[in-house]
């Protein structure tokens, strides 16, 4: 019987739109069972403590370090992870933005940064310079001196501006 000699949780919920059970540890970080459990590998570990923001998710809408998380607090919980992003074979705006900006050098933080700009975006929709440098607070970079990035949420909100106008 799972869960009484080998201490797992079951735990479900939804991982990028889709339906998810599985058996975890107590201890285990939703970033291991992201990574080693479900092969997700976008989400990348930098520092482990919460430092660098490289495996930044989002749970119920909100960015948070999945490294900090224990698997079991995922349980009946929204989860967005970078390969959610993408539809088919169409990058998510964000993502095109950051490749026509420049914004990806070594690409090692670049998940991070794109799921905290999304949740950024998803808040506020038409943020301020101010507004992308403190969601971004939490995410390091070591390539490309955040000019590119900041540059890449710009044009990716003005571009989703754009398309609200549209529609009206």
């Given at each position: 019987?799972?869960?009484?000699?080998?201490?797992?949780?079951?735990?479900?919920?939804?991982?990028?739109?889709?339906?998810?059970?599985?058996?975890?540890?107590?201890?285990?970080?939703?970033?291991?069972?992201?990574?080693?459990?479900?092969?997700?590998?976008?989400?990348?570990?930098?520092?482990?403590?919460?430092?660098?923001?490289?495996?930044?998710?989002?749970?119920?809408?909100?960015?948070?370090?999945?490294?900090?998380?224990?698997?079991?607090?995922?349980?009946?919980?929204?989860?967005?992870?970078?390969?959610?992003?993408?539809?088919?074979?169409?990058?998510?705006?964000?993502?095109?933005?950051?490749?026509?900006?420049?914004?990806?050098?070594?690409?090692?933080?670049?998940?991070?940064?794109?799921?905290?700009?999304?949740?950024?975006?998803?808040?506020?929709?038409?943020?301020?310079?101010?507004?992308?440098?403190?969601?971004?607070?939490?995410?390091?970079?070591?390539?490309?001196?955040?000019?590119q990035i900041i540059e890449?949420?710009?044009?990716?909100?003005?571009?989703?501006?754009?398309?609200?106008?549209?529609?009206?």
């Amino acid at each position: 019987m799972p869960g009484s000699n080998d201490n797992s949780i079951a735990i479900a919920f939804r991982l990028n739109g889709r339906p998810i059970s599985v058996e975890v540890k107590p201890w285990d970080s939703a970033l291991s069972v992201l990574r080693d459990l479900l092969g997700l590998k976008g989400t990348k570990e930098g520092c482990g403590i919460g430092e660098c923001g490289a495996c930044t998710i989002l749970v119920d809408g909100r960015a948070v370090d999945s490294c900090l998380m224990f698997a079991p607090q995922l349980d009946d919980r929204e989860v967005e992870t970078i390969e959610g992003l993408k539809e088919a074979e169409v990058l998510h705006p964000l993502q095109e933005a950051f490749v026509s900006c420049g914004a990806v050098q070594c690409g090692y933080c670049s998940p991070g940064m794109v799921m905290s700009a999304k949740a950024l975006l998803q808040k506020h929709p038409d943020p301020s310079r101010e507004d992308i440098v403190e969601a971004l607070a939490g995410n390091l970079c070591r390539c490309t001196g955040y000019t590119q990035i900041i540059e890449a949420i710009e044009t990716a909100a003005h571009v989703a501006s754009s398309d609200r106008s549209e529609k009206s």
